[in-house]
């Protein structure tokens, strides 16, 4: 996501091109790829798919499949539970009461230079510490189409990467951004932070 707000490892090397101040936003380009997050010594991974703002996160945590499914553009973010046959939904007012409704938004951030990260040319930029994003500093390595190919920072919870890795660009089926036919989503119950968090960690926020 051209927007990622992913928190990312304070670099004490500033770059010598200029700043350049600009706001990141999903990218258009479709892609699919194996997501791995590292962050609080726990390390997370599984595929994500990503079309016109749209994003899937497919994930197994304490041996249960997770996925989190975020449209951008309806504001909306949805968490699947396969195994048990159950969904949930938030809205841009339901995800704000668990600090998740920044998601919608783009990020402010200043280009930084420009490096080849996982054999892809990128530009850096830094997302400077700020109320919206938990006073984390970022970095995040974009592609020249978007794709957020590698993030890096630190924060209260403490340090935090993450990395896209076997990218494969194209155009992806818009079902994988939608339930199963059948799978009706539920209201969000109170009291779920930590699944919240779990299943967004490394999601743009």
Do not use: C, H
Not at 19 to 32: C, E, V
Request: proline share 6%.
């Amino acid at each position: 996501m051209r927007a990622l707000s992913i928190f990312a490892l304070l670099f004490a090397a500033a770059s010598l091109q200029p700043a350049i101040a600009t706001t990141l936003t999903p990218p258009d380009a479709g892609y699919s790829a194996m997501r791995i997050v590292n962050a609080a010594g726990t390390e997370i991974s599984g595929k994500v798919y990503s079309d016109s703002g749209n994003e899937r996160w497919e994930t197994v945590m304490q041996g249960m499949r997770r996925i989190s499914i975020l449209r951008f553009n309806e504001s909306k973010i949805l968490l699947y539970m396969p195994d048990m046959k159950m969904a949930m939904e938030l809205g841009r007012d339901q995800a704000g009461g668990f600090g998740l409704d920044r998601l919608f938004d783009g990020v402010d951030a200043e280009e930084a230079g420009s490096e080849t990260i996982e054999g892809e040319k990128t530009t850096r930029y830094r997302v400077a510490p700020n109320a919206d994003n938990g006073n984390a500093d970022m970095i995040v390595w974009l592609t020249d189409d978007g794709i957020p190919i590698r993030a890096e920072g630190k924060s209260m919870g403490g340090p935090f990467t993450m990395v896209l890795k076997d990218l494969e660009r194209g155009e992806q089926d818009p079902s994988l951004f939608r339930l199963p036919d059948g799978v009706t989503p539920m209201a969000m119950p109170a009291g779920l932070p930590a699944m919240i968090g779990g299943a967004f960690s490394g999601m743009p926020q």
